[in-house]
């Protein structure tokens, strides 16, 4: 039976927004690098986890990583300015988004997420204006795929789990939604998921 969908969530990176650590690392440290390790000690559950939960800042991640040595100021601030830039919007995730709000969905976004890259988005990125609403990871201190993240979603708007479509990246954080009662996949490219909106849900979008 095809379930009725009224909301669809989207989270933001690589799903909205391009998200690559390993262009970020090359493009910040440049070439000549063990750029594994690099990866390893600037995504770390030291820093950036931290940073998600909203417990600690941008200024304060580069701190951390000055005062540990893994780089410099003056790397550490390039390094935030490489991820700001390289996170453009993904091949037709904008229109999806928009024509889902256009056939009257409601369109909501589900993120771990760092507060100045959510004001970056505000700022820069008129695709924000396309959400009804936004759950945050730094803002409520809970990140996928613990069920808090997604009962605040719920409640807050209060949907249905049911009536709802969640999509990410990340087959353990769909693997959370499901827990919770949503619809959900893992998304790969915004033209899969408009063809299993319509085969698997039967959302039909201009």
Do not use: C
Request: no cysteine.
């Amino acid at each position: 039976m095809t379930p009725t969908i009224r909301n669809i969530v989207f989270d933001i990176g690589n799903v909205v927004v391009r998200w690559d650590p390993d262009w970020i690392i090359r493009q910040t440290f440049g070439e000549g690098h063990d750029h594994e390790a690099l990866r390893a000690g600037v995504f770390s559950r030291d820093v950036w986890l931290p940073l998600n939960l909203g417990q600690i800042s941008v200024p304060d991640a580069k701190d951390r990583y000055v005062s540990s040595g893994l780089m410099q100021a003056d790397v550490a601030d390039r390094l935030f300015a490489v991820v700001l830039e390289s996170m453009s919007p993904l091949p037709g995730s904008v229109d999806l988004m928009q024509d889902a709000l256009d056939a009257g969905y409601r369109v909501f976004a589900l993120s771990d997420n760092v507060h100045e890259f959510v004001a970056y988005y505000k700022a820069h990125h008129p695709w924000w204006q396309l959400f009804e609403g936004a759950v945050i990871s730094a803002e409520i201190g809970e990140v996928k795929p613990n069920p808090g993240i997604y009962k605040h979603l719920l409640s807050t708007w209060s949907l249905t789990p049911s009536e709802t479509l969640f999509m990410d990246d990340v087959a353990a954080n769909v693997a959370g939604a499901h827990a919770m009662g949503l619809h959900a996949f893992q998304f790969s490219t915004a033209h899969d998921a408009r063809a299993r909106f319509t085969q698997d849900y039967g959302i039909l979008l201009g």
